[in-house]
């Protein structure tokens, strides 16, 4: 039972990329998930989350309308579309899962059940 996350890179700011969170070992679609990213001496941070029944989403501030989450079932994966990115976007970005109905508690706590590796996102300028 693990949740993966994969996508990152090097791109040059304005860029995109499109990370994906895959779980294995049990169904992701009745699991709310959420990204969160973590820069060098930062605190880690909420990014966007969605939820399990009727793929809610949820951004930060931050994110400007420049990234659009959303789930395929089928393939048992969440996906986070990243365009527009910035080089203050640069940190490891990590999934995590709460089960059904704990969207909220997910984004506000960042307590998960499940959580992937992290993946790094490195924007140049």
């Known amino acids: 039972v693990q949740l993966q996350a994969s996508g990152g890179g090097l791109v040059q700011a304005g860029g995109s990329l499109r990370l994906s969170c895959t779980a294995s070992g049990f169904a992701l679609n009745t699991y709310a998930v959420a990204w969160f990213r973590q820069a060098p001496g930062k605190e880690r941070e909420g990014v966007s989350c969605i939820s399990a029944r009727d793929a809610t989403t949820f951004y930060a501030n931050f994110v400007e309308g420049r990234f659009t989450m959303s789930r395929d079932d089928a393939k048992n994966t969440v996906y986070l579309e990243m365009n527009g990115l910035k080089s203050e976007d640069t940190a490891v970005y990590y999934c995590?899962?709460?089960?059904?109905?704990?969207?909220?508690?997910?984004?506000?706590?960042?307590?998960?059940?499940?959580w992937g590796q992290g993946t790094q996102v490195t924007v140049s300028s």
């Open positions: 995590a899962a709460k089960s059904a109905g704990q969207m909220l508690r997910l984004w506000r706590s960042q307590i998960a059940e499940y």
